[in-house]
């Protein structure tokens, strides 16, 4: 079992804290996903929950997960979800994990 644990803290010309984290674990890979909304729209927490959520959805039901498909799901959340939060806009962090192994990364040279 995973523990996540993280502190949030609602900013000081915000009127509401409209940060929002969620994970998944699976078999084969863990995302965790944090987001923070700007102030610029209306309901920029109503946002990072649906959001977060349509990220995590988009995630779940795949048996291996790459960056292109994190990346996939993140712009797919976005599409569904524009029409109805259509002033908010964020960042976020994400990490993808993937089950225990041994990896090798080569370095190339910018020359």
């Keep these: 079992m995973i523990g996540v644990s993280w502190t949030s803290q609602r900013g000081q010309h915000c009127p509401d804290n409209r940060d929002m984290?969620?994970?998944?674990?699976?078999?084969?890979?863990?995302?965790?996903?944090?987001v923070d909304i700007s102030q610029r729209g209306p309901r920029?927490?109503?946002?990072?929950?649906?959001?977060?959520r349509?990220?995590?959805e988009g995630i779940r039901h795949h048996s291996?997960?790459?960056p292109e498909?994190?990346?996939?799901?993140?712009?797919?959340?976005?599409q569904a979800l524009r029409?109805?939060?259509?002033?908010?806009s964020g960042s976020y962090a994400a990490v993808?994990?993937?089950?225990?192994?041994l990896g090798l990364l080569r370095r190339t040279s910018s020359q």
């Design 21 to 34: 984290g969620g994970y998944f674990a699976g078999e084969q890979f863990t995302f965790a996903l944090i």
């Design 44 to 52: 920029g927490a109503d946002f990072a929950y649906e959001w977060t």
């Design 54 to 56: 349509h990220v995590l």
């Design 64 to 66: 291996s997960l790459s």
């Design 69 to 78: 498909e994190v990346i996939a799901a993140m712009k797919q959340a976005c």
């Design 83 to 88: 029409r109805d939060y259509p002033a908010e």
């Design 96 to 101: 993808l994990g993937v089950a225990a192994g």
